[in-house]
């Protein structure tokens, strides 16, 4: 026989068999890729792993942290399993919280309605049709008080979805702490604070961004004096891969924004170890499993980079990139809601692939509404089975070592570092955004992955293939309509029985403290102490700062 020694090679053998195959049963497409169009190779050998691969992805709870924050992760403690609830009353929320928490749910996740969310009270205009509808409507401390009644501060961590309010929402989790008699010292949780994302990628922006960065710097301040065990952010890549980002431009554009924040908490005189260690990330998980859990490996190895290299943190708390994940929103479909537990099933183990500290999951009829009581238990059942039957949690990033998650992690790193180096260029996150820069992109994205669904080169399962003729939808959560003119009726009573006097003097004082260069947040507490509402103190705010209309 004579046969030339290459054809003995593996390799060469293997690529003979691979032409030999698709000649008869040709691949189903030319190329593939990721959601962020890295081509995704046919096979991967460790050869394409460059670098010193121990160097580059280290041990669990070592710099760069690639394996994750935590030595031992999830083989000492599951992630923090939350479920994001709010809509309609306080007292209403309050009841889905208490239920949530006794199904085994370990940190509370709290909505907002869209008044709450841009400041406004139930009874202003502007509020009109939206009161209670996406969200928990909180127009005074009397409402958070009922929000968390029965719910004990110091034995729960709680996450509220708030932005350019977020200040007042703080100061009214603050002011229930301390009725509870709970120190604020004890509080733990983490409020969004992420207003830059707000003008990138979902608009419930107030005030300018100089002004709403000053009222950020503001709470960092405030929170390393009395809280120092709460996030003071949570830096939101969430709502940029919402609006229609690839996975690359989720991870660039988030960390973008946390550098901005950074850059202007030492502009405003903080030392960066002295609030640093208390910045949180917000990620979104989508389907393309070993992408996500890539993406999340990336982020990780990024910041804790960028904080030690370019910053200088000498703290390895700041070093570490802690974060929190919720399922893809915008890939559910309405279409055979049933489908969605499945796509949420695969997201939110690539979170916990990819080393989140603690999760959301989606419920599958919120493509729809609200999600039912039945909807939410189980979607929080689904972490439960994840974290206690699967098997995952007791190794640590069980999928190191994959030639191709390494490369993909690698790819999505250097993809990632070139937006940076072109935001850069624009002199930075703010400027980048005000210039409309990272909005177009994402628009592009977004364009170009509908299009691909349109063509069926994407198969969005239910939707564009193996549909049914008949959907039926039964057993959706509806917001009673009366709602709204009860809430009103509340905030107006309330009014009607507060000392005005107090609220008016508390007013000033904010009006005062945000025409010079203190920090508000004192004032803000005390105004919610006062019951004065969420829009009376951002209409305060409103009169100092301007409003924002937009690009």
Request: some cysteine; overall charge negative.
């Amino acid at each position: 026989m004579n046969t030339s020694s290459s054809e003995h090679h593996p390799k060469q053998k293997w690529e003979k068999d691979v032409k030999k195959t698709t000649e008869r049963f040709p691949e189903r497409k030319e190329t593939f890729h990721t959601s962020s169009d890295i081509t995704i190779n046919r096979l991967y050998t460790p050869k394409q792993m460059d670098g010193e691969y121990i160097e580059e992805i280290g041990f669990p709870g070592q710099y760069p942290y690639t394996r994750g924050i935590q030595p031992t992760m999830y083989r000492s403690r599951y992630w923090t399993m939350r479920q994001y609830a709010g809509f309609g009353s306080a007292e209403e929320t309050n009841e889905r919280f208490r239920y949530l928490l006794k199904q085994g749910q370990t940190g509370l996740s709290v909505a907002f309605d869209l008044p709450t969310q841009i400041g406004y009270d139930s009874d202003d205009p502007m509020a009109d049709g939206e009161v209670g509808k996406v969200g928990v409507a909180i127009d005074s401390l009397k409402d958070m008080e009922q929000l968390f009644d029965q719910i004990p501060l110091d034995q729960v961590s709680t996450s509220m979805t708030i932005n350019a309010p977020a200040s007042i929402l703080l100061a009214m989790y603050i002011a229930v702490g301390e009725k509870q008699g709970v120190d604020p010292e004890k509080l733990t949780g983490t409020i969004q604070n992420d207003i830059l994302k707000e003008y990138i990628a979902r608009g419930t922006y107030i005030y300018p961004p100089k002004p709403s960065m000053r009222l950020i710097t503001d709470i960092f301040g405030y929170c390393q004096e009395y809280l120092p065990k709460f996030n003071t952010i949570s830096i939101s890549g969430y709502h940029i891969r919402e609006a229609g980002s690839t996975a690359v431009q989720e991870v660039a554009f988030t960390i973008a924004n946390g550098m901005a924040y950074v850059e202007a908490a030492i502009e405003a005189g903080l030392e960066v170890d002295d609030f640093a260690p208390r910045l949180a990330f917000f990620f979104n998980a989508h389907n393309q499993f070993f992408e996500e859990a890539a993406k999340f490996r990336a982020a990780r190895r990024m910041w804790a980079k960028i904080m030690k290299e370019h910053y200088g943190a000498q703290n390895p708390k700041s070093w570490k990139l802690r974060f929190h994940t919720q399922t893809g929103g915008s890939t559910l479909t309405a279409q055979q809601p049933d489908n969605n537990i499945v796509r949420v099933t695969l997201q939110a183990l690539s979170a916990v692939m990819g080393g989140t500290q603690s999760l959301h999951t989606n419920s599958r009829d919120e493509a729809l509404a609200l999600p039912t009581e039945d909807s939410a238990r189980i979607a929080l059942r689904t972490q439960q089975i994840i974290a206690n039957e699967s098997g995952v949690a007791d190794t640590i990033d069980p999928l190191a070592g994959s030639y191709y998650v390494e490369s993909l992690t690698d790819q999505i790193e250097n993809e990632a570092n070139a937006y940076l180096e072109r935001i850069k260029e624009f002199g930075g996150a703010v400027q980048a955004v005000e210039e409309g820069y990272m909005q177009r992109e994402i628009h592009q994205a977004a364009y170009d992955a509908q299009k691909r669904i349109e063509s069926k080169e994407d198969i969005v399962v239910g939707m564009n293939e193996f549909k049914l003729e008949e959907e039926i939808h039964a057993d959706l959560l509806r917001v009673d309509e009366a709602l709204e003119q009860a809430q009103i009726e509340k905030t107006q009573q309330l009014r009607a029985e507060r000392n005005q006097a107090a609220v008016d003097q508390c007013l000033l004082k904010l009006k005062e403290a945000a025409g010079g260069t203190a920090n508000v947040m004192p004032y803000i507490v005390e105004a919610v102490k006062a019951y004065a509402t969420v829009g009376e103190i951002a209409n305060v705010l409103r009169g100092e700062f301007g409003e924002y209309s937009g690009m």
